[in-house]
């Protein structure tokens, strides 16, 4: 059970831009919007902050970002971000043969060398203490830009806020996320836990 029960997008009108916003990354509005509606200005602010880390004009690909936020969101154990993040990565042109491996990337040929480090780097700076080294950052900059490091770290943190949000508050799982993480590491182990209650269409 949702500790919050979403909220229907009409209670707050004037958020439509901010709801419409996710329509075109995820083909609808996820339920941890809806339950923050509540308070429009987090919506506003996470839209914005949103669209600054997936800026389609960015370097990093905007499939891998997404593996970014997936792998962060398996630090901090957020089933709710664990998909949402797969069906991003699945929508921006990442092979369904690459998310099944995303739990094993570190051995996978689907990765290469370059992403290997970058979501080793995910994983670290996700963790709870920060495990990042000076040694593993400057092997990371022999691989990605700096430019490319700050936009990979964006998404970490963004996923931070989203992780504790929705594992607090136990948003529902959608339809279309639950059944594309069921399909790529379901036989991994994943499930949607506490997510898995009935959402709102």
């Given amino acids: 059970m949702p500790r919050l029960d979403p909220l229907p997008a009409e209670t707050t009108p004037e958020l439509k831009s901010h709801f419409d916003f996710f329509l075109g990354t995820l083909g609808f509005t996820p339920n941890s919007v809806l339950t923050m509606q509540r308070k429009p200005k987090l919506v506003q602010a996470l839209a914005q902050l949103n669209a600054a880390v997936m800026d389609p004009a960015g370097e990093v690909d905007l499939g891998f970002r997404r593996l970014i936020g997936h792998v962060a969101s398996k630090v901090s154990g957020c089933l709710y971000c664990q998909a949402h993040t797969l069906l991003g990565a699945h929508n921006f042109g990442i092979s369904e043969a690459k998310l099944a491996d995303v739990w094993t990337y570190a051995t996978s040929p689907m990765y290469s060398l370059r992403e290997r480090l970058a979501l080793d ?16 950052f400057a092997e990371l900059q022999q691989h990605w830009s700096d430019n490319e490091i700050t936009e990979i770290l964006g998404v970490v943190a963004m996923f931070a806020f989203l992780n504790r949000w929705n594992d607090t508050m136990g948003t ?30």
């Fill in 121 to 136: 780097f995910a994983l670290a700076a996700a963790s709870q203490p920060n495990t990042v080294t000076d040694a593993q």
């Fill in 172 to 201: 529902p799982l959608e339809a279309a996320p639950t059944e594309i993480a069921r399909q790529a590491i379901g036989s991994h182990g994943w499930t949607a836990g506490k997510h898995g209650q009935p959402a709102l269409p």
